[in-house]
């Protein structure tokens, strides 16, 4: 057997130690799902208040303090985010999955907020007029006739959201959890070699990322010829 197999074997079949890749993916997957549903439901109320203006065209409060938490957010580092989640606002919690969902989910509120707001904004604004028209209310005309065409606009933005966060939740291994990246780190301290764990973390995130990203391109094309017809 080779230097480069025997290097193979010790980082991914020695032990079973492709568990540990395993499981790692597992929890990478599980909180970037549950950070991109926290994400997706406090990002469109937080887009929808960003649009929230007073008859006379000033900012309302709600407006005032989505844009402030849209700017903290989005001017802190993420993983300065989730150290004041797990250490300081959940210190009692010891469920890093949670702590780092719940983090994450906040932070891509933020960016789920923006793109709710331009995916609302690029819908004709005679569509609001000819709901109240129709004796709807504002509320009413929304959630039924804008926010279902904004969505078209929405979703190929909000699925590279998705991948950023799937990217991003590299650094959960700062609150004690082994997802995959820290699994490699773990690996690479038993072998004493790090070029195979961490190359080959890199090709496993690579491999799910084109996946999504292939995925999101099927979905692309059916919504354009949705509008074609």
């Known amino acids: ?6 290097k ?14 395993f499981k790692g993916l597992g929890v990478t997957l599980g909180i970037a ?19 929230s203006f007073r008859e006379d065209g000033k900012k309302t409060l709600w407006n005032i303090l989505a844009t402030a938490y849209v700017d903290v957010i989005r001017g802190t580092p993420s993983v300065l985010q989730l150290l004041i989640m797990w250490f300081i606002v959940f210190a009692t919690w010891n469920n ?23 995916g609302i904004l690029a819908v ?3 569509q609001m007029e ?15 006739i804008i926010l279902p065409q904004a969505l078209k606009n929405m979703v190929p933005p909000l699925g590279n959201e998705f991948i950023t966060l799937l990217k991003e939740t590299a650094i959960v291994g700062y609150v004690s959890l082994t997802d995959l990246t820290r ?7 038993r072998t004493y070699e790090a070029f195979m764990p961490l190359i080959g973390t890199a090709v496993i995130y690579f491999v799910v990322i084109k996946i999504l990203t292939l995925l999101l391109g099927v979905l692309e094309r059916r919504l354009r010829e949705s509008d074609q017809r």
């Open 1 to 6: 057997m080779g230097e480069l197999e025997q």
């Open 183 to 189: 699994a490699a780190n773990q690996i690479a301290s």
């Open 130 to 144: 000819a709901g109240r028209s129709l004796g709807l209310s504002k509320a009413m005309t929304m959630r039924y």
């Open 33 to 51: 799902v549950l950070a991109a549903i926290l994400g997706v439901i406090f990002g469109t109320v937080l887009g929808i208040m960003k649009l």
């Open 8 to 21: 193979f074997a010790a980082a991914f079949l020695t032990e079973g130690r492709w568990i540990l890749y």
């Open 124 to 126: 004709d604004v005679g």
């Open 96 to 118: 890093g999955v949670a702590v780092a969902s719940i983090s994450f989910g906040l932070n891509s509120a933020a960016y789920v907020s923006e793109i709710v707001r331009g």
